[in-house]
């Protein structure tokens, strides 16, 4: 694991992780704090979080508490209750089954749906237990890991993966599940919500997918793409560009992204 932070002048081109997190963080920060939720709540809410926004999640998450009381309620439901009380959610007729199919899985392996103990674990081996859930890929487990028992674990979204791939943090063709482990390997565990907060944020405002501001960017000058976009991105700033990012964890009831690439 790196420590080691190159000084601009250093870097031609490509820009190290450590000194590309303190640009980040010296553009966006401070970054709000970090509202969390139980782990079994994170769980549940990471599946209600997948291919919709965070304001129907939260709609769905608050019915779903509404109308059951608590998540051991809830396990024990009936499909056709659970179906609708995340109506608002969406896709509630898939994520229904998965929910109720994950936390009687939890209580199956643990006898209660206290995940607690994962904080125990070592990281490896806390992200491997999450994984054996039905619908639970890596960053559902970082999310889980990092923002509701504060483990260093990644939870790698699109503008994360987009922007890494840019700076050349990992090779162009690692998939975005590899990303999670190459990522911990190079990021402090000290460093990891300061990555998240500051290049998730980078990703929304600056590094657009379709339109990136170069001209905007703090990190332009180690980054090893910025010749593939100058051309297009001279001219007024895309309006869209100024997303506002709350500052916390993706795929809970705070935040503002959508789950994309796990099933």
């Known amino acids: 694991m790196s420590t080691d932070s190159q000084s601009p002048a250093a870097v031609a081109p490509g820009i190290g992780v450590a000194e590309a997190i303190r640009l980040l963080v010296g553009q966006y ?4 704090g970090e509202p969390r939720l139980e782990p079994a709540q994170e769980l549940v809410f990471t599946i209600l979080s997948q291919h919709t926004s965070d304001v129907n999640s939260a709609r769905a998450f608050q019915g779903l508490l509404e109308r059951f009381g608590t998540l051991e309620e809830v396990a024990q439901g009936d499909l056709a209750d659970i179906e609708r009380a995340i109506t608002p959610g969406g896709l509630a007729r898939i994520k229904a089954p998965r929910i109720k199919a994950v936390l009687n899985r939890v209580l199956e392996l643990n006898g209660s749906l206290d995940l607690s103990f994962l904080r125990e674990m070592p990281l490896g081996e806390a992200k491997a237990w999450l994984r054996q859930l039905p619908g639970i890929g890596p960053k559902s487990a970082g999310i889980i890991l990092s923002f509701a028992l504060g483990m260093p674990a990644m939870a790698i979204d699109t503008h994360i993966y987009r ?3 840019r700076l050349g943090l990992i090779g162009p063709k690692v998939t975005a599940e590899k990303a999670h482990e190459l990522l911990e390997e190079l990021v402090e565990p000290g ?3 300061q990555f998240h907060h500051s290049f998730i944020t980078h990703g929304r405002r600056v590094c657009k997918a379709q339109r990136p501001r170069c001209g905007d960017c703090v990190v332009a000058f180690g980054c090893p793409s910025r010749g593939r976009f100058l051309p297009i991105t001279s001219g007024p700033p895309d309006p869209r560009a100024e997303e506002v990012y ?12 959508v789950e994309d690439g796990e099933p």
Do not use: D, E, I, R
């Not at 920060?29 to 709000?32: D, G, I, K, L, Y």
């Not at 709350?246 to 992204?257: D, E, R």
């Open 29 to 32: 920060a401070p970054f709000p």
């Open 163 to 165: 922007v890494v791939k």
């Open 246 to 257: 709350t500052g916390v964890a993706p795929h809970s009831p705070y935040a503002s992204t």
């Open 191 to 193: 460093q990891v919500l």
